[in-house]
T-cell receptor, first 119, second 109 residues
Framework: GAVVSQHPSRVICKSGTSVKIECRSLDFQATTMFWYRQFPKQSLMLMATSNEGSKATYEQGVEKDKFLINHASLTLSTLTVTSAHPEDSSFYIC???????????????FGPGTRLTVL | LAKTTQPVSMDSYEGQEVNITCSHNNIATNDYITWYQQFPSQGPRFIIQGYKTKVTNEVASLFIPADRKSSTLSLPRVSLSDTAVYYCLVGVGGFKTIFGAGTRLFVKA
């Protein structure tokens, strides 16, 4: 159980276009979802925290108007990269915290990631 | 948020036990310690979590001293497929956690 999916797994787009990435918790309800970005050979960098039904909280230096996050339900969060440019090319990963927690109080369940390439 | 410090990289041979230590000097009372494994172009995968003393599951053990300012992930008898980056995270459920640089483990034949 506790599976998180992302769609698409990889996407290539032209500079100036917008790209939407979906993150779904398949078999549990997620109170909180997180979005990360990871550049080659680097660690995951937290971009924003989103709670269902409320506005996302962005980390310092992350442009909220460029990276639009919507968390409309307890199983779905979306990240839209608007007016993408080559420097936005990266590996985007989402994670979800399970409602109720259970035994593992701080477990985040990670999606498989989305490779974005902007030409 | 508690900051974590880990060795940048470690090398080992197949069949050996590997211990990766993480330092988290300013861990808070409510914080749990969680370790993740990440392969290239994949999302991190949960390995083990603990609060204090020792935790063991089918893949690893986690040792946490009484002061909780550090923790050690122990991987028994590693194989080539254990080559990955290992991250130590400290935090509370539902709240954001910050990834440190991680430890790049390379297992040789």
């Amino acid at each position: 159980g506790a599976v998180v999916s992302q769609h698409p797994s990889r996407v290539i787009c032209k500079s100036g276009t917008s790209v939407k990435i979906e993150c779904r918790s398949l078999d549990f309800q997620a109170t909180t979802m997180f979005w990360y970005r990871q550049f080659p050979k680097q660690s995951l960098m937290l971009m924003a925290t989103s709670n269902e039904g409320s506005k996302a909280t962005y980390e310092q230096g992350v442009e909220k108007d460029k990276f639009l996050i919507n968390h409309a339900s307890l199983t779905l969060s979306t990240l839209t990269v608007t007016s993408a440019h080559p420097e936005d090319s990266s590996f985007y990963i989402c994670s979800a915290s399970r409602l109720g927690g259970g035994e593992l109080y701080n477990e985040q369940f990670f999606g498989p990631g989305t490779r974005l390439t902007v030409l | 948020l508690a900051k974590t410090t880990q060795p940048v990289s470690m090398d080992s041979y197949e069949g050996q036990e590997v211990n990766i230590t993480c330092s988290h000097n300013n861990i808070a009372t409510n914080d749990y310690i969680t370790w993740y494994q990440q392969f290239p172009s994949q999302g991190p995968r949960f390995i083990i979590q603990g609060y204090k003393t020792k935790v063991t599951n089918e893949v690893a053990s986690l040792f946490i001293p009484a002061d909780r300012k550090s923790s050690t992930l122990s991987l028994p008898r590693v194989s080539l497929s254990d080559t990955a980056v290992y991250y130590c995270l400290v935090g509370v459920g539902g709240f954001k956690t910050i990834f440190g640089a991680g430890t790049r483990l390379f297992v040789k034949a």
